[in-house]
C-alpha cells in the first residue's frame, strides 16, 4: 500500500514550485504574501533537499543490501561552505530551478547569498576533506566521512583599525536543511573513572575492565553528500555532545543540585566549538575530550555496522578501511584494539593485526610546532585504559625494534632509536606522540605532494622507515573538486571550456582539458577567455567594494593574490614588503616615468591568524596600514592598490579565485605540505608566484616551467641557511629590504614601534622562514612577472596551456590512488 504514497522527487518546473509554495505554508508557516529572500532560500533549499533525501535514502538501503567494503573518512574538520548550489549542480537541477524562482519573483543568486557557510574547519586539511567526500560520491565509493557538529564553526573575522578581531560564528540561527537530526542514535561515551580487574577461575586469567567516570551522549546529525552526474548520495555523519538523563543521586541526595546540573551542561560544551589553530598544537584538555567522544561514538557506529552483517571478525578489514585525517584521530586505534580485546574477548595478536590492516594515516605537516603531543598525567586521568593499552602496544612494538638491531646496532645506536620511535617520550612531563602511534597503527601512511612525502621520509619519520623500510610509506599527492572550483565558482570559464570541449564531461575526466590546447591559435577563443578573466575581475571588485568601501576599475590591474590562513611560514610578510618596496618605487618617479614603467597592480590579501597567534595578527595590521597609506596616495592612484578582504572563507574564495592574474604560494621551501588553493588558481586560469615548495613541484612538472614564476632557495638548502643564521650575531640585510624597514620604522605606517618585533624576527631572531635570504629572487619575479604581462596574448597561451595542462590535479584522480594503493575498495554503481 504505502508505495503508493511514495515522495515523488521534483523533476519540472511546477513540481518545484508546488513544493516551494508548501514549504513556505508548512514548514515555515508563512505567506507568499510577504516572503523574502531568507523565506525563500529556506523553502527552496529544502525542496532541493527533499529530492536529495530521496536518493540519499535509496542509496544506503543499495548498501546495506549488498554490503560492499567502506571507506570511513575521520576528520576533526570538514570545511564545507555552502552546499544549495552545489547540491543542484549535481542533481543537474540549477537551470529548473532558476527558472521557477524566477517565475515566483526571485532571483536566485540573491537566494543562495542567504545561505551560511558551513564552516566546520580551518583551512586546507579541513576543506581537503571537503573535496574528498565530493570525489567519493561522485566515484560512487561506498564511504562515510565522520566528525563533531560544532555549534561554532571558524570565528568570523573583522578588520577594526587594521587589527583582527574574531566574533563567534553561530552558524545554526536559522534550521539548517541540509542535516537531518537521528536523536534515535545516542551512543554513551565515557571519561575519566578507573580500570577494574576481574579474574576469571576458569580461564585463569585476569580481565581489564574500564569504570567510566563520567557519561556524554553522542547525538547523530547526517548530511547527504550529493556527487556530480549520480545519484549516489553519501552520508556525512556529525557527532553532538548532549548529557544523560541519567542522574548522580549521589549529589542529589547530598542537597548538591546546582552542581548535578552543571556536570550536565559540561557535556554540551565538547562539541561547541572548533578550535581555530591550523598547524599547531596547544594541548588542551577539551581538545582532547572532543577527540575521544568523536572517536568512540564513530567506532563504535562502525563497529555497530559491520557486527548487523553477522560476518566473522577476520574479515573486518576486507569489509572496513578508516582513514585518519591527521593525528587528530589517533585514537581510534586504540578504542578499536579495546573494543576487541576488553569487549569482544580477542587475542592480543589478534586484534593488532585487524587494527593495522584496518588502518591508514595521512601526515599533512612537518612543522614541529603542529606535532600532537599529550602529557601523561592529563591522559591517564582521561583515559586510563587507554592509557594502558598505549603502553602495551609501545612495549610490543620497542620489543620488535630492538630484536631487529640488536646484533648490528651498538648499544648506543639502539638506545637512540628507541628513544625517537617510542610512542612515549621520555621528557618532564613525559607525553604520548600521536604521530609515532598513528604510524605503528596504519598499515600505510602518506603524505600530501611528493616533496613532502619525500621530507617525511628523511626528516621526521626517518627513523621509522629504518623500522619498516619505506614500502609503508606512500605519496598520494592532494587534489581539488573541480565542480565547485570550475564549474560552481567559475560559471564563465566552465561554459567557455565546455563550448569547445564538446559539453561538461572533463569535469568527470579532467584530464580532457589536455584538448584546450588545440585552441591556442584560435583568436576568438583566447579573446572569450581573456574577458571570461575580465568580467571574474569586476565579480570580485563588487566584492571589495562591499565589504571595504573602496573601488577599483579592474580594467587597468594586474589582480595579484595571496589568500590563505595568515602564517609567519606561508610569509605574507614576504609579500606585504614587497609591496612596500614597490610602493617606494613608485614614489621615487616621475608621473611620466609612472606612466612608462609600472604595471599597474592590485595587491588582494585575505586570510585568517589564529586568534592567539600575536606575529601573524602583526602582518594583519602591517597589510591594512599600507593599504590605507597606498591606497589613499595620489601619487600612487591608478599603479597601485592593497586590499585586505576580510573574513575569508569558502564562499569568498569562489569569487576571489577566478580573478587572479597571479596568485601568490611563497612559503619558505619545505614547509608547505602541498598547498590546494594553488591548483584552485590554476584551474581557474591564474598563473602562479612561488617557491619550490608542495605541490607547486608538480604543478610546475604538469604545466611547464615556462607558465610558472619560480624563486628562492630549495629545501635541500634550508637547513644549512638557517644553521649560518643561528652563527651570525645580527643578519646581513639585502638594501632592498633594508630600504622596506627604513620606511617602516620611520612611521609610514603608523607607529613605527609597533612592526617591530616583526623586522627584529628577520634582523635579530635569525629569520627563521628565510625572508631576508628569499627577497630579491622575489622582487626578480615580480619583475618579470610585470615584463609577461605586457604581451597580453602571450599571457592568455601561458593561461591556457596551464589550464589544460591540470587535470592531473582533480581529488576525484587523488581518491582513486587512496582507493587502490591504500584502502582496497572498488566502486558500487547502484541499479
Ligand atoms: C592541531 C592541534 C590542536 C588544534 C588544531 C590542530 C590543527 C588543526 C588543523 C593542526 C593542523 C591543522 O591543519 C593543518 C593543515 O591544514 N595542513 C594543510 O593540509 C593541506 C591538505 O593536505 C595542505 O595542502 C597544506 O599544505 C597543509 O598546511
Not at 534550521?175 to 561515551?189: A, D, K, L
Not at 599529550?374 to 587507554?386: K, S
Not at 565547485?484 to 561554459?495: D, G, I
Request: charge should be negative; hydrophobic fraction near 40%.
Amino acid at each position: 500500500l504505502w508505495k503508493k504514497f511514495a515522495v515523488k522527487e521534483f523533476s519540472e518546473k511546477s513540481d518545484f514550485e508546488r513544493d516551494f509554495v508548501h514549504h513556505i505554508e508548512t514548514t515555515l508557516a508563512r505567506s507568499m504574501y510577504n516572503c523574502d529572500d531568507l523565506a525563500a532560500y529556506q523553502a527552496a533549499s529544502n525542496t532541493v533537499r527533499d529530492k536529495l533525501i530521496v536518493e540519499w535514502n535509496e542509496t544506503q538501503q543499495f548498501q546495506t543490501l549488498k554490503d560492499p567494503k567502506r571507506i570511513y573518512y575521520l576528520s576533526l574538520e570538514f570545511l564545507m561552505g555552502r552546499a544549495m548550489d552545489n547540491a543542484m549542480l549535481n542533481a543537474g537541477v540549477k537551470d529548473l530551478v532558476k527558472d521557477s524562482l524566477s517565475e515566483l519573483g526571485f532571483n536566485l543568486e540573491d537566494i543562495l547569498e542567504q545561505e551560511p557557510d558551513a564552516a566546520l574547519g580551518n583551512g586546507g586539511l579541513g576543506r581537503l576533506a571537503a573535496c574528498f567526500l565530493d570525489s567519493l560520491s561522485t566515484g560512487k565509493y561506498p564511504s562515510w566521512g565522520y566528525g563533531l557538529r560544532y555549534q561554532y564553526g571558524i570565528f568570523a573575522q573583522r578588520i577594526i583599525d587594521g587589527y583582527q578581531v574574531e566574533t563567534p560564528d553561530y552558524w545554526l540561527t536559522f534550521s539548517n536543511p541540509w542535516e537531518i537530526p537521528r536523536h534515535e542514535i545516542q551512543i554513551p561515551v565515557d571519561f575519566y573513572g578507573f580500570v577494574e580487574e576481574e579474574f576469571n577461575p576458569q580461564t585463569n586469567e585476569t580481565k581489564k575492565i574500564w569504570k567510566g567516570g563520567e557519561r556524554v551522549i553522542a547525538v547523530a546529525y547526517d548530511f547527504p553528500i550529493p556527487g556530480y552526474s549520480t545519484k549516489n548520495v553519501n552520508n556525512l555523519r556529525l557527532w553532538s555532545a548532549k548529557p544523560t538523563t541519567e542522574f548522580d543521586f549521589s549529589k542529589f541526595n547530598s542537597g548538591d543540585y546546582q552542581n548535578s546540573v552543571r556536570l550536565q551542561q559540561r557535556a554540551e560544551s565538547i562539541t561547541a566549538v572548533l578550535y581555530p589553530n591550523d598547524n599547531f598544537d596547544q594541548g588542551k584538555e577539551l581538545r582532547l575530550k572532543q577527540q575521544y567522544f568523536w572517536v568512540a561514538a564513530s567506532l563504535h557506529d562502525i563497529v555497530r555496522r559491520f557486527k548487523k552483517t553477522k560476518r566473522p571478525w577476520s574479515e573486518f578489514p576486507l569489509q572496513v578501511a578508516i582513514q585518519l585525517n591527521d593525528t587528530h584521530p589517533t585514537l581510534a586505534i586504540v578504542e578499536l584494539q579495546r573494543i576487541f580485546i576488553d569487549l569482544e574477548g580477542f587475542s592480543w595478536d589478534d586484534a593488532w593485526e585487524i587494527v593495522v590492516k584496518t588502518f591508514g594515516y595521512t601526515n599533512h605537516t612537518v612543522m614541529q610546532e603542529a606535532l600532537e603531543k599529550w602529557p601523561i598525567p592529563l591522559f591517564e586521568r582521561l583515559l586510563p585504559r587507554h592509557l594502558e593499552i598505549i603502553y602495551t602496544i609501545n612495549f610490543f612494538f620497542l620489543q620488535q625494534v630492538e630484536k631487529k638491531f640488536q646484533s648490528t646496532y651498538s648499544q648506543k645506536e639502539l638506545e637512540n632509536l628507541l628513544s625517537s620511535v617510542s610512542v612515549i617520550e621520555e621528557y618532564y612531563p613525559k607525553q604520548v606522540r600521536m604521530a609515532n602511534l598513528a604510524i605503528i597503527g596504519s598499515h600505510r601512511v602518506n603524505g600530501v605532494a611528493e616533496l613532502h612525502s619525500e621530507l617525511i621520509k628523511t626528516t621526521i619519520f626517518k627513523d621509522f622507515v629504518k623500522v619498516y623500510g619505506d614500502k609503508k610509506f606512500t605519496n598520494v599527492t592532494n587534489g581539488v573538486t573541480p565542480r565547485r572550483w570550475l564549474r560552481e565558482a567559475n560559471p564563465e570559464l566552465a561554459e567557455l571550456i565546455a563550448s569547445k570541449l564538446g559539453g561538461y564531461e572533463y569535469l568527470l575526466n579532467l584530464n580532457l582539458l589536455k584538448n584546450l590546447e588545440n585552441y591556442l591559435d584560435d583568436k576568438d577563443f583566447k579573446h572569450k577567455w581573456d574577458i571570461v578573466k575580465l568580467n571574474n575581475k569586476f565579480r570580485l571588485t563588487k566584492l571589495i567594494k562591499k565589504l571595504t568601501g573602496i573601488e577599483i576599475n579592474p580594467t587597468e590591474y594586474l589582480f595579484d593574490i595571496q589568500v590563505k590562513r595568515i602564517h609567519e611560514y606561508k610569509r605574507q610578510q614576504l609579500n606585504i614588503f614587497g609591496v612596500i618596496h614597490r610602493y617606494l618605487w613608485i614614489k621615487s618617479l616621475s608621473p611620466k616615468e609612472r606612466k612608462s614603467l609600472v604595471q599597474p597592480k592590485v595587491y588582494v590579501f585575505g586570510g585568517k591568524s589564529a586568534p592567539g597567534y600575536y606575529m601573524a595578527k602583526l602582518i594583519i595590521k602591517l597589510i591594512n596600514a599600507v593599504g590605507e597609506l597606498v591606497n589613499n596616495d595620489a601619487d600612487a592612484e591608478g599603479y597601485l592598490k592593497c586590499i585586505f578582504v576580510p573574513d575569508y572563507n569558502v564562499s569568498k574564495a569562489q569569487i576571489i579565485i577566478p580573478a587572479s592574474d597571479i596568485s601568490e604560494h611563497i612559503s619558505t621551501a619545505g614547509t608547505e605540505a602541498s598547498g590546494t588553493s594553488n591548483m584552485k588558481f590554476v584551474l581557474n586560469g591564474g598563473l602562479i608566484i612561488g617557491t619550490v615548495d608542495g605541490a607547486n613541484v608538480e604543478i610546475t612538472r604538469e604545466i611547464g616551467e615556462d607558465n610558472i614564476f619560480l624563486f628562492g632557495n630549495l629545501a635541500e638548502n634550508v637547513e644549512d641557511i638557517r644553521h649560518a643564521h643561528r652563527y651570525a650575531p645580527h643578519l646581513e640585510l639585502p638594501e632592498s629590504l633594508k630600504q622596506v624597514f627604513e620606511a617602516i620604522e620611520s612611521g609610514k605606517f603608523g607607529e613605527g614601534d609597533e612592526y617591530k618585533p616583526l623586522l627584529d624576527s628577520v634582523r635579530y631572531h635569525k629569520d627563521y622562514y628565510l625572508v631576508s635570504d628569499d627577497f630579491d629572487s622575489y622582487l626578480q619575479a615580480q619583475e618579470l612577472i610585470d615584463e609577461a604581462y605586457k604581451d597580453r596574448d602571450d599571457w592568455i597561451q601561458k593561461s591556457i596551456i596551464s589550464v589544460a595542462n591540470m587535470g592531473f590535479f582533480s581529488s576525484d584522480r587523488c581518491i582513486e590512488e587512496y582507493a587502490e594503493m591504500i584502502w582496497d575498495v572498488e566502486p558500487l554503481e547502484r541499479d
